[in-house]
């Protein structure tokens, strides 16, 4: 229930309104966060590292035709095993694997495109980053058979190169409740749609990202806490 932040004086009206805002957006969601204890393998789920490879399969690649870096994997044999996958969204085996353009000179590793392209059949192109599943892992592959490959790795990169991870993490999952927070452009519509739930008429500043006197908008920042750092299926986050 919402209990309130420390530094913005609410109307009561505000404060069933966030109520009812809590309610109608939440969510499970899939904490991941770095384990510190645990050295990982080429198959666990982590942050960089050398990535699982099927050597039966072309390893991913930018359109100038360099090969890209593995930014993280999760291993959904495992999230599975452990009962990370209450709702049953995600895949009940294999492996999921996020890679980026290193040698991006823009800073954005190959995610400088804002707006989605489709090719001719309406697959989303990913010119230069790839979100690649693996249905099946073979436990039997070598971080040496992989690394022969000769692909980026966040701890062998040139000088030059800045990587967004320094080292590999092995990472741990938790179930948590989330909220979608201020960041998100949803936030908006789900104000509008607990106002008009509660049949109350809200002041057309308090339901604007934008406006900087938004008590409301502000307090949710405050309040919602559990919708940042790195989640599955949870709210997206600016950093900046």
Request: aromatic content about 10%.
């Amino acid at each position: 229930m919402y209990k309130g932040g420390n530094h913005i004086a609410l109307t009561e009206q505000d404060k069933k309104l966030l109520e009812e805002y809590e309610r109608i957006t939440e969510r499970n969601v899939i904490s991941i966060t770095i384990d510190e204890e645990k050295t990982s393998g080429i198959t666990d789920s982590k942050f960089g590292g050398v990535p699982y490879w099927d050597m039966q399969k072309e390893y991913p690649k930018s359109d100038k035709g360099e090969m890209l870096m593995m930014l993280a994997q999760i291993n959904l044999d495992e999230l599975n095993r452990d009962g990370y996958n209450p709702d049953g969204k995600l895949p009940k085996t294999g492996m999921l694997q996020f890679f980026i353009d290193i040698y991006d000179n823009d800073g954005t590793y190959g995610l400088q495109d804002w707006e989605a392209k489709e090719d001719d059949t309406g697959k989303l192109l990913q010119n230069g980053h790839r979100v690649i599943y693996h249905k099946s892992i073979d436990y039997n592959v070598s971080p040496q058979e992989v690394e022969s490959l000769g692909i980026p790795v966040c701890t062998n990169l040139d000088e030059d190169l800045y990587p967004p991870i320094a080292k590999e993490s092995a990472i741990k999952f938790e179930l948590k409740k989330g909220h979608c927070n201020s960041e998100d452009y949803a936030c908006e519509k789900y104000l509008r749609q607990a106002a008009d739930n509660i049949c109350i008429t809200v002041d057309e500043d308090k339901l604007r990202l934008d406006c900087e006197a938004s008590g409301v908008i502000h307090e949710l920042e405050e309040y919602f806490e559990d919708c940042c750092g790195h989640m599955m299926f949870g709210s997206p986050y600016f950093t900046q």
